[in-house]
Nanobody, 126 residues
C-alpha cells in the first residue's frame, strides 16, 4: 500500500519554473519506479517523466525533454519534478504515480502505474 501526496503546484508566467514534490508513505512506499503524469482540461492523462527505483534511469515525454527533470531522494521517499521554461501548454493537473509491480527492479515504465496521488494544479500564463 502506498499513499502519495503532491505539492508545489501554482501559477507561473511563461518561461518560469516550478518544482513539484511527491511524498510517498505506506508499507510498500520505497523501492518503486515513480512517475509524473498530467491531464489538461478536455484531454487524456499523459505521461511526463519516470524514474527507476534507484534513480539511475529516467524517461521523458517528448514535449518536456530538455525542460523538465525528474529526480528522487530515497531517504525521504520523495520524488521531484523540476519544470523549467514553462509554456502555457504545460497547464494541467500533475499527478504522481508509483508502480509496485516492479518494486526493487530497475525498470522505468511509462504506463501501468498502480498508485496515484490526488494531483496538483499547474497553471502557466502567457
Amino acid at each position: 500500500q502506498v499513499q502519495l501526496v503532491e505539492s508545489g503546484g501554482g501559477l507561473v508566467q511563461a518561461g518560469g519554473s516550478l518544482r513539484l514534490s511527491c511524498a510517498a508513505s505506506g508499507r510498500t512506499a520505497s523501492g518503486n519506479p515513480m512517475a509524473w503524469f498530467r491531464q489538461a482540461p478536455g484531454k487524456e492523462r499523459a505521461f511526463v517523466a519516470s524514474i527507476s527505483w534507484s534513480g539511475g534511469s529516467t524517461r521523458y515525454g517528448d514535449s518536456v525533454k530538455g525542460r523538465f527533470t525528474i529526480s528522487r531522494d530515497n531517504a525521504k521517499n520523495t520524488v521531484y519534478l523540476q519544470m523549467n521554461s514553462l509554456k502555457p501548454e504545460d497547464t494541467a493537473v500533475y499527478y504522481c504515480a508509483a508502480d509496485t509491480t516492479y518494486r526493487y527492479i530497475n525498470i522505468v515504465p511509462t504506463s501501468g502505474y498502480d498508485y496515484w496521488g490526488q494531483g496538483t494544479q499547474v497553471t502557466v500564463s502567457a
